[in-house]
Nanobody
Framework: QVHLVESGGGLVQAGGSLRLSCVAS????????MAWYRQAPGKQRELVAV???????TYANSVKGRFTMSRDNAGTRVYLQMNSLKPEDTAVYYC?????????WGQGTQVTVSS
């Protein structure tokens, strides 16, 4: 089971940008779907973006056009570039790997957007 560590969270004003990183303990195989989720206080965890094993990327409607998910060529990192941040983007952001049903989660990184 791959170990994931997120970083890059912090406090930013509305309209600002942050770039989250997720480092995997081993190379992310081509059969692994990678995703970013977020969980705001009192709310359920929700999908933000996912890159499938086929390399297609899907975004939640709430972040489409503002967030961009990517993965590096070395195969150990995924990123979430977040632009035009809004207070409603405030949440703990989690990285998730799903390799043929074997799921791993990172510990999360806090993103706080002030108005």
């Amino acid at each position: 089971q791959v170990h994931l560590v997120e970083s890059g969270g912090g406090l930013v004003q509305a309209g600002g940008s942050l770039r989250l990183s997720c480092v995997a303990s081993e190379m992310i195989s081509s059969s692994t779907d990678m995703a970013w989720y977020r969980q705001a206080p009192g709310k359920q965890r929700e999908l933000v973006a996912v890159i499938t094993s086929g390399r297609s990327t899907t975004y939640a409607n709430s972040v489409k056009g503002r967030f961009t998910m990517s993965r590096d060529n070395a195969g150990t990192r995924v990123y979430l570039q977040m632009n035009s941040l809004k207070p409603e983007d405030t949440a703990v952001y989690y990285c998730k790997a799903n390799r043929r049903g074997i799921v791993s989660w990172g510990q999360g990184t806090q993103v706080t957007v002030s108005s």
